[in-house]
């Protein structure tokens, strides 16, 4: 759901930080008196400028750009130190904070994220900061009671014109969850349409076409995931059907077992315990083949 563009960072904090690095350096290059009194005081400069590092926005921006890039990797325990240790942090941006919410709920932690979610519900945001808001509330609602209608039902006066991508992507994925195939597929392609390099929306829209018969769209999206930005357990899980129906075990087999080496998370279509099931079934249909 967060792209490249959801969290952003701030690299002129860093500003402060690089001179005082770089200052002393040209001082003794250039061999002047002042040298020896910057090297004096070096090391106050840098825990000076190491304090203001941590306390900027530009810092907890950073934290959470590297737990986004560890998302995409299925990494999500070691996403939730990096968001965890980012919102402790003086000044953490409301984006930041919205976004450990999100990070929690894929690790499962439901008390939590709803917890995380409470405390910024009433602050200032901008129409993306309350689309993602509102997305994520809605994931956890379905997570929270095992029911994706609760999280359509609370989409319902969100859903409108010109929605920010996180909501069509959201009511696609819900969707999906609720079995509503032609529905989802429509979410699906419309948040496609906003953001075709996002990986979650990708595999939101490889579900789709695996459900509606469109095998062939299904496969090119897929290699995409495959190839360029790392498959879902889910993506690998809805191909792996498609494989069974063409008699395929073999790569079914092999897709699943890709899924079980994936860290899943609480939003998962398919759980681990639904993965495992499936590769015993799997497994004997090659035996009886």
């Known amino acids: 759901m967060y792209g490249k563009k959801a969290i952003y960072f701030n690299y002129k904090s860093f500003g402060g930080f690089i001179a005082f690095i770089l200052v002393p350096a040209l001082l003794v290059l250039s061999g002047g008196s002042m040298a020896y009194m910057f090297l004096a005081w ?103 009671s095992d029911n994706p209608d609760e999280g359509l039902k609370y989409l319902e006066d969100k859903d409108r014109k010109g929605a920010d991508e996180a909501i069509a992507y959201t009511k696609g994925k819900l969707l999906n969850a609720s079995d509503a195939t032609a529905a989802a597929r429509k979410y699906n392609e419309s948040s496609y349409e906003m953001h075709n390099a996002n990986r979650d929306i990708l595999s939101n829209l490889v579900i789709s076409y695996c459900r509606t018969g469109q095998t062939r769209d299904a ?51 398919a759980n681990r315990s639904q993965l495992e099931k499936y590769l015993e079934e799997l497994n004997r249909g090659i035996y009886e083949i």
Not at 82 to 101: E, S
Request: charged share 25%.
């Open 42 to 144: 070096q090391p106050i400069f840098i825990g000076i400028s190491a304090a203001i590092l941590l306390s900027s926005p530009g810092f907890p921006r950073l934290l959470a750009i590297n737990a986004n890039a560890d998302l995409k990797e299925n990494k999500y325990k070691k996403a939730l130190k990096k968001t965890g240790r980012a919102v402790k942090l003086p000044f953490a941006p409301l984006n930041v904070k919205t976004f450990h919410a999100y990070v929690l709920l894929l690790n499962g932690k439901i008390p939590e994220a709803k917890d995380a979610l409470t405390k910024v519900k009433d602050k200032e945001m901008s129409y993306s900061e309350k689309s993602k808001w509102e997305a994520i509330n809605a994931q956890l609602l379905w997570v929270e």
């Open 219 to 269: 496969k090119i999206l897929f290699r995409t995931l495959y190839n360029d930005l790392g498959c879902t357990s889910d993506s690998l899980y809805f191909m792996a059907n498609i494989k069974e129906t063409e008699n395929k075990y073999k790569d079914a087999v092999e897709f699943i077992k890709a899924a079980l080496e994936i860290e899943t998370s609480a939003t998962d279509i």
